[in-house]
């Protein structure tokens, strides 16, 4: 009579967590190869039941949607389980919220190619019979320690976090500048307002003066550079609407840098290219530190011409590249401009579907549309080539690279997003040096003598440098303040929506 019991309550756990995990398929196919046998609600799961719920209660330090993973309703539902029923309920529910959780603090909690389609990146995604298998098989404390992204960056904007919250609980950074400039030598309340936020914000020592002196004009100039503006140590419009930026605004960027912090979750190479989209620059890193930097370009911000995001590797570069126009730009530029007149943009060639030259004189333009265009145009090696004289491959589907441009007097302004999606250098050429000092004894005179040959040169890297696509409005120094850029396309904002959708808030901390 007791082994039929027995076996009546194993039957009845076994079915009640088939059917609470019957709508998640790796979960299901985990326990069907374990024989459904419990790694949460077993007398000898304590460890793992302890070391899930603690990790749940960190959820809004994370910036993650704490109310996702229900940890007061599964808490009570571990007390109050007594029959095998109910247990293997309670089972499903916790491997599920495991899962769930495990994944939105190791890889983000959105799908952020849903929020912006440019947003191409790919998450990595680990299966969640996996996860639980290793969790089932490790200590449960180090594996939810493992979860979240190990890097400095996260380290540093999890406390740069921290510390905003405590700004927001105290009311801020104090009443905001009531002017749209403010410049040095001047006084009165405006200059008042500024200095005040200044030393809230940590810019300027304390101080009574009325005036803008020189320590105020030394603490805008700071300000100026940690936000990407012309540091020039007046207080113009711009940088007054930088000022006055809330706590709370910036405390969502930080939060949704920590999101995508987590969809880079994996190695990025030792050597690798790093572009920030929103801060006009590209970065040669080297073991985790900054060995060149340039200005860039990035796409303008039109539906078509934005700068995606994402991951690829660098293959070679083109000395004396050939500009070969992309489709888009072929038919919804070049083809109006030659139906009005055959000979303009005369510095572009155009070829049929077999590869050979042709003569304007013999098409009719007017016959054809965007569809039906049949023409390759491109634009042979020159110093007015619109890649300049140097373009770094990374093959992709989306068409992007990185390369050099004649259109030098882009690279002064503050906001640089003017190009068709690709990323221009503003130092092209020292870019080249660094990336051939690895395989030339010579790179400068290396790249010179092809360059000086007019001829298209193809350059392969011996050793291939990953190439990383961000978008960053908030991002880190390893020494010093955090720097925020402006959102330029609008994406942040989108994906803050969507982490308030998901149940994501701003938390204000006491003292």
């Known amino acids: 009579m007791v082994p039929q019991m027995a076996q009546a309550q194993t039957t009845g756990f076994k079915q009640a967590l088939a059917a609470a995990v019957s709508d998640n398929k790796s979960v299901a196919a985990f326990y069907k190869a374990n ?100 969790y089932s098989g490790k200590s449960p404390a180090a594996f939810m320690k493992s979860l979240a992204p190990r890097t400095p960056e996260y380290a540093r904007l999890m406390k740069e976090k921290m510390k905003l919250e405590k700004v927001v609980g105290q009311g801020g950074w104090g009443p905001k500048v009531q002017a749209s400039a403010v410049k040095p030598g001047q006084s009165g309340g405006a200059v008042v307002e500024l200095r005040n936020r200044l030393i809230a914000m940590g810019y300027l020592k304390r101080t009574s003066t009325p005036a803008y002196d020189g320590n105020m004009q030394k603490a805008v100039q700071l300000f100026q550079f940690d936000h990407g503006l012309v540091a020039d140590g007046v207080a113009g419009e711009t940088t007054i609407k930088e000022v006055n930026t809330t706590a709370q605004k910036r405390l969502s960027q930080v939060i949704v840098a920590m999101e995508r912090e987590r969809w880079m979750e994996g190695a990025r190479g030792d050597r690798h290219v790093l572009v920030n989209i929103p801060d006009f620059s590209a970065k040669i890193m080297d073991n985790g530190k900054v060995t060149f930097q340039t200005r860039t370009v990035v796409g303008a911000n039109t539906s078509d011409r934005r700068t995606p995001e994402f991951s690829d590797i660098m293959e070679h570069m083109v000395i004396n590249p050939t500009w070969n126009v992309p489709r888009s730009i072929a038919t919804k530029e070049y083809l109006p401009l030659f139906q009005k007149n055959r000979n303009a943009a005369g510095h572009l060639q155009l070829y049929d579907n077999r590869g050979r030259k042709v003569s304007r004189a013999n098409i009719n333009f007017a016959s054809y549309n965007a569809r039906t265009f049949p023409y390759a145009i491109k634009q042979p090696p020159s110093r007015r080539n619109a890649l300049g004289l140097v373009k770094f491959m990374f093959p992709n589907k989306h068409n992007i690279y990185l390369h050099d441009t004649p259109a030098k ?48 040169n193809v350059v392969p890297l011996q050793k291939q440098v990953p190439v990383h696509i961000i978008y960053r409005t908030a991002f880190t120094q390893p020494k010093g303040r955090i720097n925020y850029r402006r959102d330029i396309y609008g994406r942040d904002a989108a994906l803050w929506n969507a982490l308030q959708k998901a149940g994501v808030t701003l938390r204000a901390a006491k003292g």
């Open 409 to 456: 007097n882009l690279f002064g302004r503050d906001v640089r997003a003017f190009s068709h999606g690709c990323v221009r250098l503003n130092d092209p050429f020292d870019f080249a040096y660094a990336l051939l000092a690895k395989q030339q004894k010579d790179p400068v005179g290396f790249f010179q003598a092809r360059l000086k040959t007019g001829n298209e």
């Open 35 to 134: 024989g459904y046998s419990p790694i949460f609600v077993g007398t000898k799961d304590r460890g793992r039941r302890s070391a899930l719920l603690k990790a749940l209660r960190t959820a809004d330090v994370h910036g993650l949607p704490a109310a996702r993973y229900r940890m007061q309703e599964l808490e009570a539902a571990f007390k109050a389980a007594r029959s095998p029923k109910d247990r293997g309920r309670v089972e499903g529910m916790a491997a599920k919220i495991f899962v769930q959780f495990a994944r939105d603090l190791q890889s983000g909690a959105l799908e952020p190619h849903r929020v912006d389609s440019g947003i191409v990146r790919v998450i990595p995604r680990r299966d969640a019979g996996a996860m639980l298998a290793s």
